[in-house]
């Protein structure tokens, strides 16, 4: 059955735990996961959010990651990947190993005023307008499409990454992102995450509004095959 990556965020826990995964060099690293895939906090929250790191096999690794907030005036968050809501706002909190990176996308809303006595009702107050949304400037896409098939072995994933960027190169947090698969009997995609169903070749197709369509190919393979280093 195929190990969906909520499970195998279960699988690293328990075997991490356990002492089942033996320690590695970072330089092993070939993925890292981290879920909740999105969360969100009210101001004063905490939270913690779980790192998995996996070699090309996807095996779990025994490795130290470090984390980082987009803004930490809105999330802080901690060494052991624990969360600290700040102001309302979003952030894109990053966990690291080995050269490799997983993030998430944090919202933080304000805390719910205490409801009014009977009888007496609080005025209310100015509706500040929204905050003006970056424009999308570029996007960082990983791997680059025109480097050759993205190569999964049946029953894997494989994560495609399109972060958007502002003229300062810095990262647009919550940027819609439409994602398609041609033939989701091959491969199926969700938030960018590729799974392999069954063997064979389509394409997967990432679309932002004014940009062209961005479009990998892709090649389920049987697990048993050994296919060579495939972009990451």
Known sequence: MPITSPL?????????????AAPVRARQ????????????????????????????AGNVLSVRFSFA???????AVDATGALLARRPGLARVEARAGGRSGAITVAVRGVEPAPEPAGRRAPEPPVAPPPAHPRVESLLLEPGPG??????VLGGTRRLTVLPKDSADADIPGTEIGWESADSTIARVEAGAVRGMATGTTTVTARVQGFRPVVWEVRVVPA???????PR
């Open 224 to 230: 048993d095959s050994t296919p060579g280093p495939g």
């Open 147 to 152: 480097s050759g098939p993205v190569v999964i």
């Open 29 to 56: 690293v070939a993925e890292v996961q981290v879920v909740p895939e999105s969360v969100t906090l009210r101001a004063g929250e905490r939270r913690p959010i779980l790192a998995t790191a996996f070699d090309a």
């Open 8 to 20: 195998r965020a279960v699988i690293a826990t328990v075997a991490l735990a356990g002492g089942l």
């Open 69 to 75: 907030s987009s803004d930490t005036s809105v999330v």
